[in-house]
Each structure stands twice: as C-alpha cells, then as structure tokens.
C-alpha cells in the first residue's frame, strides 16, 4: 500500500508589499480567530495601503519644533500633504493584475470584486467575472457556511477550508429570498418569495445570482450541489423524504427528476455532500464501483443493508459500518467508518482500483451523516494533522472523536457532552464559546431546513 500521492502544495503568492486584507463596512475578516466583537474598520483600505506600499517613497521635510509656553510639551505641526500625493489610478496594470492574481490564488473573491471597484484603470487592468460564469478562476471553492453560529436572517460565518480565513458577512440578497440549502463550495441556493418560487444561486463573495427557472419543490430536507463542468451550470437537488433528485439548468423550466432506490439515493446524497459533483457523478453511479465497495465491506463483516445508509452507526453493534464518499484534492475517497475503526480508500480512475489510503499528509477529514470535507490542519488551531474528526451518538447527546489514521487511535475530544439533540437536529452547547472543532463537526451532522416548506403553507 503505497501513501496517498497528494499533488505539489500550491502555496499562495506572497508579495511582501501587497499581503493586504481589504475591509469593506459590509464584511468583517476575522482572520484565524473566532472573535466575534464588532471592530472598527481601519481608516485606510487594503488596497490603498498595497498601492502605497507600491508608489516611490514619499520624503517630507523636517518638522519644525517650538515651544508656545514653557509648561507645554514639544510637539510636531501636522503638515499638509499636498505636495505629493499617490496617483492611485496610474499605478501600473501589471502591478495591478499581480495584486488581483494573488487574490484569485488564494479564491478571495470579495478582495478581487473590491479591488476591481476602486477604478475605471484598476477594472480595465482585470479581467470581469461576470463575463465567464464558468471561468475555474472566479468559482467559489473550498468555502463553507456556518449558518448556525448566527441566528439573524442575514448574517453568516463563512470559512475557506484551505487557507483558514473567516469571513463574517452581511448578505442583504437574502431578504428577497427563501433559503433553501447552501452548498460544500460555500453558495447559497435560494427560492424566489413569489410563485412559482423559481430557484437561483447566490455567490456571496461576488454578489452574483444565477437564475433558473425551474421552480423549487416545499421539501424540509434538501442537499444541494452546483455543477460548472458542463457548457451551463447545472443545479442538483436531494430530497430526502421521498428519495429523488431534480437537476435543473437555468432555461429549462422544468427539473429532470430522478427517483432512487433508498440506499441509491443514500450513496448520490452523501457523495454531493463529500463534494463529488460534476464528473464524479459518472463514477459514483458505475455498478462497478458499487460492487468494489460492497466486496470491501464484504471483507470487513459489516452489515451491508445499513452500509449505504444515512443513518449514524449504533454504538455497541460490531458491525455497523456506513460507506462515506467525498472529494479529496481533486481525488475521490471512500471513508469506511465502523466501530472504533476506519478504512480509507482512494478510487483510482485510471484503473478503476480501490487502494488504501495510508497518510493524507497535513490534512484532517471532519465526516457526519450529512457533510464531509477536509481541511488543511495547518491553517487551524487545535486541529491535528492526518486525523479523521467524527461524532458518536448516544441517545440525546453527542461527542466528538478523533482517529489517527497512522496509529489507528480513537480518542474522545472532550469529556464534556458537545451536542445535544433538539427535535430532529443535534446542535452545540450553547451555554460556552464554541472551538473551530465543534463548529466544523457540527456542520457536518447538522443543515437548516429549507424556508419553502413554511413558505409554500403561508400561499395556502
């Protein structure tokens, strides 16, 4: 077995004069930390502060001092800076575009869109994203939504799973709209408020909108994924009460429904809920892979009735497994959980081979029934590398658990109980701040319900 051969770490650019944060009076960046306490913005911009870094220094001359009484301390006189002033708008545009670029590397596309408003020059310098939808450069990723951490309507946490940098937000487009699901990506898939209720996606770093026409179904429970491999973004839909999907683009009034077999249906829904979308719909749907997985499981003695099921394992039953797909840097893994015990398995497309996975290096895997993504362990506190973080069920409460994938240990995060359960849903102890650990798990066994059910009974 040979270790999960990860690609070359694209580590983003630094340029010691530009490694700005731009704040706007819409957006707070909080960086790695979790405080969440209003802060005055800075009285200069990101970008006005790299622009400067860039212009010629500027040599004042010498302050004059007096004293105006004995009893009063020596100060300076502030001079007026009228002599030189930076030209922000003749900076050049490759100084420009290497700004913009070192954005994009590190997909910070609220930075991108605010440098890109600051002038006609600095515009022309860049290129627009509204003008390829599907351009990989301007396409959310690796982004999730907290939207449990704020209870108003608007307000949301978002976190880049890659670079840990949190972003708390005010995102006024969703007054005009129902929420329905947001995506492993970090977008917003929305319902119009008036009939037929037609669905749209919402990218909350650039404020674009995509609009389909196809209308949105009163379902609770809805997992949602955006596909952009195709000539047109394609919208996917997961409803689990009756086990179907609906794929929709945004000119066919009508979605393509597909109904599933219910342990089916389970493996597509937690597959988008890994972040495999796109192309990878291809494999997770060959019987082929489906026969692999289940020979794995096979080997293991799991009951394979429950292996694709969406339920969490039972704690005390030896051999309750669940089979968990999702993506890992442009791979797909399959992460068998059983009692106390992992295997991981990377599908490998060229020969369709499953091969067991002995590092992923300095990444660490948070799974649930609803959600799984990997995060790069380095950019988070008290996150452990090549460690796989999950929850176990105990009647009303729940508590979080560490795997070691190269010494095989479990280990319990906390003695203290981190979730409790209300109605259908398991949610944090609200009485103590919350660890970045606890928030991510809780992403992962937690989502909102969708606001059309309510909706649709209110036009009734």
């Known amino acids: 077995c040979a270790p999960f051969p990860l690609p070359p770490r694209s580590l983003p650019r630094r340029l010691p004069l530009f490694s700005v944060a731009l704040v706007d009076s819409s957006c707070e960046d909080l960086g790695t930390g979790l405080d969440f306490a209003n802060k005055n913005p800075p009285v200069r911009s990101g970008i006005e502060r790299a ?10 001359p010498p302050a004059k001092r007096w004293k105006k009484d004995p009893n009063f301390l020596e100060t300076s006189p502030v001079h007026p800076a009228n002599a030189v002033t930076a030209d922000w708008p003749s900076l050049p545009p490759d100084i420009v575009r290497h700004i913009a670029d070192s954005f994009l590397a590190t997909n910070d596309l609220d930075w991108y869109v605010d440098l890109r408003a600051v002038c006609h020059n600095w515009r022309s310098a860049t290129d627009d994203p509204k003008d390829s ?22 307000r949301r946490l978002l976190v880049n799973t890659a670079t840990g940098r ?6 006024h487009a969703l007054r005009d709209y129902h929420v329905v699901a947001t995506t492993l990506c970090g977008l917003f898939v929305l319902a119009d408020r008036s009939p037929p209720h037609a669905a749209r996606v919402f990218n909350p770093l650039t404020g674009d909108i995509i609009r389909f026409a196809a209308p949105v179904p009163p379902e609770v429970q809805v997992t949602a994924a955006v596909c952009f491999d195709f000539s047109s973004p394609l919208l996917a839909l997961f409803f689990d009460s009756c086990c179907k999907m609906h794929i929709a683009s945004p000119h066919s009034s009508d979605a393509q429904v597909y109904d599933f077999d219910p342990s089916v249906y389970s493996f597509f829904r937690r597959a988008v809920g890994g972040g495999l979308v ?13 026969l692999k997985i289940c020979k794995v499981g096979q080997s293991l003695g799991v009951n394979l009735s429950k292996f694709f099921s969406g339920d969490p394992t039972e704690i005390g039953l030896a051999n309750d497994a669940r089979c968990l797909p999702m993506e890992f840097v442009g791979q797909m893994l399959i992460i068998i959980k059983g009692q106390q015990f992992f295997h991981v398995l990377r599908f490998k497309t060229e020969s369709a081979e499953l091969l067991h996975v002995e590092t992923i290096c300095n990444h660490a895997i948070f799974i649930g029934r609803h959600r799984c993504l990997a995060v790069d362990a380095h950019m988070f506190p008290s996150i452990e590398t090549n460690c796989i973080y999950y929850t176990e069920h105990q009647g009303s409460s729940a508590h979080i658990w560490k795997y070691n994938i190269k010494d095989r240990k479990a280990d ?10 209300q109605d259908k849903q398991f949610v944090l102890i609200g009485d103590r701040p919350s660890t970045i650990i606890q928030l991510l798990s809780s ?3 937690s989502t909102r319900d969708s606001e059309m059910a309510g909706a649709v009974k209110l036009d009734d």
């Not at 622009?51 to 004042?60: E, F, G, I, K, T």
């Not at 949190?166 to 995102?171: N, P, R, S």
């Not at 719909?281 to 060959?286: L, N």
């Not at 319990?412 to 359960?421: G, L, P, T, Y």
């Open 166 to 171: 949190f972003l708390h937000k005010e995102l």
């Open 443 to 445: 992403y992962t066994i």
């Open 51 to 60: 622009a400067m870094a860039a212009a010629p220094a500027q040599v004042l």
């Open 412 to 421: 319990r995060i906390s003695e203290a109980v981190d979730f409790v359960k």
């Open 278 to 290: 796109g192309r990878w719909w291809e494999f997770a749907g060959t019987t082929d892979l489906a």
């Open 133 to 154: 939808t599907s351009d990989p450069r301007f396409l959310l990723r690796r982004w999730i939504i907290l939207d449990e951490v704020f209870q108003s309507d608007m």
